[in-house]
């Protein structure tokens, strides 16, 4: 059974840190990249950041977190990580795990993020 549960999500204050873990099971980890997605309330699902399979190479930041976001994965553990610094109240968003490769991708339920004083 395909997995991938992600954890870490809770309410900080602005300009506090978070890390967000994707666990995953079910398929063949190190086959896929991973992405980080998050949703804010009344708008659309957007990439925030994404890592290639074996994490080599360059990650994939939106503008809006460049800088403050930093995505990673440990292929022995099959869990990628999301760690987020400097964080302000518009990441208040849930925030999704996808594996990807070619055609074939895989969700988390996601974790809820909020960042208020």
């Known amino acids: 059974q395909v997995q991938l549960v992600e954890s870490g999500g809770g309410l900080v204050q602005p300009g506090e840190a978070l890390t967000l873990s994707c666990a995953a099971s079910?398929?063949?980890?190190?086959?896929?990249?991973i992405q980080w997605h998050r949703q804010a309330p009344g708008k659309e699902r957007e990439l925030v950041a994404g890592?290639?399979?074996?994490?080599?190479?360059?990650?994939l930041y939106a503008d809006s977190v460049k800088g403050r976001f930093t995505i990673s994965r440990d292929n022995t553990k099959n869990t990628a990580f999301l760690q987020m610094s400097s964080l302000k109240p518009e990441d208040t968003a849930v925030y999704y795990c996808?594996?990807?490769?070619?055609?074939?991708?895989?969700w988390g339920q996601g974790t809820q993020v909020t960042v208020s004083a």
């Open positions: 996808r594996a990807i490769m070619g055609r074939s991708s895989y």
């Open positions: 079910g398929f063949t980890f190190t086959h896929y990249a």
């Open positions: 890592i290639s399979s074996n994490g080599n190479g360059n990650n």
